[in-house]
């Protein structure tokens, strides 16, 4: 299945359990993440991610909805492995857009959990050397991203508050061509630890 058709099928399904309604507040989101990649040739690394959000009030109920659309950064060390014969010292870049359906309870007058799914794409950059022939190589594609994670929000005042999360993508496998060879990387599933702040806005 191509990629745009996967996408399409998978944000309408988080769209599809979202309630038809007017916002009642917006919100931006930022974060810094550590990444730690699955891959056991990949490096941990620190990246961002940046999102813009609006909150649906549930009636009679303290819990509430959210839905946003984020884009992210990070870039690791790996090495590519035996599809490419002779590389070495390769770097991924990996830049996740997303768009996240949260529903997030009130545990505390100050405390708040979010629990959701996010589903989008990523653009993947691969840059390395080849020892035989010499040659550095660039190679892109964009691959369907997919998961979910749960972030506490502890209110500083009433329009900040302090973001703690994880979450975890799956990765479709990423495909490139290098002097006629194919290129996989086949293990790009990422673990995110998120700190951060939200600032809101009533509308």
Same mark, same amino acid.
């Given at each position: 299945m191509?990629l @745009?058709?996967?996408?399409?099928?998978?944000? @309408?399904?988080?769209? &599809?359990?979202?309630?038809? &309604?007017?916002?009642?507040?917006?919100?931006?989101?930022?974060n $810094?993440?550590?990444?730690?990649?699955?891959?056991?040739?990949?490096d941990e690394? %620190?990246g961002?991610?940046?999102?813009? +959000?609006?909150?649906?009030?549930?009636?009679n109920?303290?819990n509430t909805?959210?839905?946003e659309?984020?884009?992210?950064?990070?870039?690791?060390?790996?090495?590519? +492995?035996?599809?490419?014969?002779? @590389?070495?010292?390769?770097e991924?870049?990996? !830049?996740?857009?997303?768009? /996240?359906?949260?529903?997030?309870? &009130?545990?505390?007058?100050?405390v708040?959990?979010?629990?959701g799914?996010?589903?989008?794409? $990523? *653009? %993947?950059?691969?840059?390395?050397?080849?020892? /035989?022939?010499t040659?550095?190589? #660039?190679?892109?594609?964009?691959?369907? #991203?997919y998961?979910?994670g &749960?972030?506490? *929000?502890?209110?500083?005042?009433?329009?900040?508050?302090?973001s703690? +999360?994880?979450?975890y993508?799956? /990765?479709?496998?990423?495909?490139?061509? !290098?002097?006629?060879n194919k290129?996989e990387? #086949?293990?790009?599933?990422?673990?995110?630890?998120e700190?951060?702040?939200?600032?809101?806005?009533p *509308?």
């Open positions: 191509h @745009s058709t996967k996408l399409i099928l998978s944000i @309408s399904l988080v769209l &599809a359990a979202m309630p038809l &309604a007017k916002a009642d507040e917006g919100y931006w989101r930022a $810094s993440v550590y990444v730690v990649p699955e891959a056991d040739n990949a690394t %620190i961002a991610n940046l999102a813009l +959000g609006a909150t649906f009030y549930i009636p109920s303290e909805n959210q839905l659309i984020e884009a992210g950064w990070a870039k690791w060390d790996t090495d590519i +492995g035996t599809n490419t014969p002779g @590389s070495r010292n390769d991924v870049v990996f !830049v996740p857009l997303l768009v /996240n359906l949260r529903h997030e309870l &009130a545990l505390t007058d100050t708040r959990l979010a629990i799914p996010s589903v989008g794409a $990523s *653009y %993947i950059k691969v840059s390395g050397s080849l020892a /035989n022939p040659e550095n190589i #660039t190679r892109q594609d964009w691959i369907l #991203t998961g979910g &749960a972030t506490l *929000y502890f209110t500083i005042t009433d329009s900040l508050s302090l703690v +999360g994880y979450r993508l799956f /990765n479709d496998d990423a495909t490139f061509k !290098v002097n006629g290129l990387l #086949t293990d790009l599933n990422t673990h995110l630890f700190l951060g702040l939200r600032f809101a806005w *509308y």
